[in-house]
């Protein structure tokens, strides 16, 4: 398994524009974890799921932010409008349950 | 909070020596999760030790846990240059399974 795949790498996008992040996991893990990764707040959880279906999203941030699981193979996470402040490194992790978790290698992003 | 905080921020060492960090939490766990980001990359997997284990080792690693106090360490032997990293502790909770939530981790230099 080539492990979780993001996409794109890095993202510099306007102020005020859509964003959408992608995720693949590796087959066969049922829950997926989008975190994000800034100096000043560390690594925070922002929302996850188990089995496609989101258990916990009191970690997003705003309204702007949403994220979707259509199916096992596929999670996105969308910030609509985008603002500055949303620059940051956002991570993807899947695992099997109450095992490890292995991540993405991340999507920088840099909202101007 | 669940949420782990090691101890200390940073650390700096000498090629050769050991280097131990700490952390803590405040809510019963299933079980705590050491991993290691090397800069601008994805979090990787060291050890997982469950709420009814005491110690694990793999390697040059050695994982401690104490839930009466709602701590954990991480010895690192003899350390070498390439053990430059940040490192991590999430835990996992009883309540809220599977949730994955990591701490502010430690910045380990190796001096050479």
């Known amino acids: 398994d080539a492990g979780v795949i993001q996409s794109p790498r890095h993202e510099v996008t306007e102020m005020g524009q859509e964003v959408t992040l992608r995720c693949k996991p590796i087959s066969g893990h049922n829950s997926l974890f989008w975190y994000r990764q800034t100096m000043m707040r560390g690594l925070e959880l922002l929302i996850y799921f188990n089995n496609n279906v989101p258990i916990d999203d009191s970690g997003m941030p705003e309204d702007r932010f949403s994220a979707k699981m259509p199916n096992a193979s596929f999670s996105t996470l969308k910030i609509q409008p985008s603002e500055p402040r949303d620059s940051a490194v956002y991570f993807c992790?899947?695992?099997?349950?109450?095992?490890?978790?292995?991540f993405g290698q991340g999507t920088r992003l840099t909202v101007v | 909070s669940q949420q782990g905080e090691e101890d200390p921020q940073a650390l700096s060492i000498q090629e050769g020596e050991n280097a131990t960090m700490n952390c803590s939490y405040k809510?019963?766990?299933?079980?705590l999760q050491w991993y290691r980001q090397n800069s601008g990359r994805g979090l990787v997997h060291l050890i997982l030790?469950?709420?009814?284990?005491r110690e694990k080792h793999s390697g040059r690693l050695r994982v401690t846990l104490d839930t009466s106090k709602k701590s954990s360490s991480l010895l690192i032997t003899a350390s070498r240059a390439a053990d430059t990293a940040s490192y991590f502790c999430?835990?996992?909770?009883?309540?809220?399974?599977?949730?994955?939530?990591f701490g502010q981790g430690t910045r380990l230099t190796i001096n050479p």
């Open positions: 809510t019963s766990i299933n079980n």
């Open positions: 992790a899947s695992r099997h349950v109450r095992e490890e978790a292995f």
């Open positions: 030790i469950r709420s009814n284990e």
């Open positions: 999430a835990t996992e909770g009883i309540q809220g399974a599977q949730k994955l939530v």
